[in-house]
């Protein structure tokens, strides 16, 4: 069965660093993979996705993603975080065998001033 | 503008009191699907449709129903709501299959079964 891993619950960057989100999923073939973003009280936004091709993919308000598919990660990256960024990030990936999106636990990030 | 609209948005409610929480996308979207949201698990999916009349359960599936009588609505419809139901629910549609599409989601349904 595919899984998605978020090892970090949540984390705390000061605004102006840079950031990395890490993602690890399990599964068979190449997946189809997403990185969403949901501010508080609102629902989930794509930031970006991944379904072949070049393995760094660029997403909106600055957010890329690296697939490695050696190490099965998709993690997140901005090289400079801003207040507005604070929000929960979800990665997920998708099979067309399964015909749904699998989701990680997702990550909180905090911003510091 | 496109959307997916969820209501009602709160819902504070009994345990066994039926319950409906509709979804509308205005994308002509053929998948929608629904999911909940709890603190540490991430999203798991209750139910999806590919199509008009085409649903199938998800992860967990127990205790909702759900139907698809036109391409735009895909209520989720609780019988006997009971307390483990307590959660925040989101709708979410794509063009076609949802697992190689980005998914549109609604801004949820925050549910209380007391």
């Known amino acids: 069965a595919q899984s998605v891993t978020q090892p970090d619950i949540h984390i705390t960057v000061s605004e102006g660093a840079s950031l990395e989100l890490r993602c690890n999923y399990s599964?068979?073939?190449?997946?189809?993979l997403f990185w969403y973003v949901q501010s508080p009280g609102q629902g989930l936004q794509l930031l970006l996705k991944?379904?072949?091709?070049?393995?760094l993919v660029q997403g909106i308000k600055g957010f890329e993603a690296e697939f490695k598919r050696s190490q099965s990660s998709f993690n997140l990256r901005k090289p400079s975080v801003h207040w507005s960024d604070a929000a929960e990030y979800f990665c997920a990936v998708g099979s067309t065998g399964r015909r749904a999106l699998t989701f990680g636990s997702g990550t909180r990030l905090q911003v510091q001033p | 503008e496109a959307q997916v609209t969820q209501n009602p948005r709160y819902l504070i409610t009994v345990t066994g009191k039926k319950l409906t929480v509709t979804c509308s996308q205005n994308m002509n979207h053929e998948y929608m699907s629904w999911y909940r949201q709890d603190p540490g698990l991430g999203l798991r999916q209750i139910y999806y449709s590919m199509n008009v009349e085409v649903t199938d359960k998800g992860d967990v599936p127990e205790g909702y129903k759900v139907s698809r009588k036109e391409k735009r609505n895909f209520p989720l419809i609780l019988e006997s709501p009971s307390p483990n139901q307590t959660s925040l629910y989101f709708c979410?549609?794509?063009?076609?299959?949802?697992?190689?599409?980005?998914?549109?989601f609604g801004d949820g349904t925050r549910l209380s079964i007391l």
């Open positions: 599964y068979g073939a190449t997946p189809y």
């Open positions: 991944y379904f072949s091709g070049d393995t």
């Open positions: 979410a549609s794509s063009l076609r299959d949802g697992t190689n599409q980005p998914q549109h």
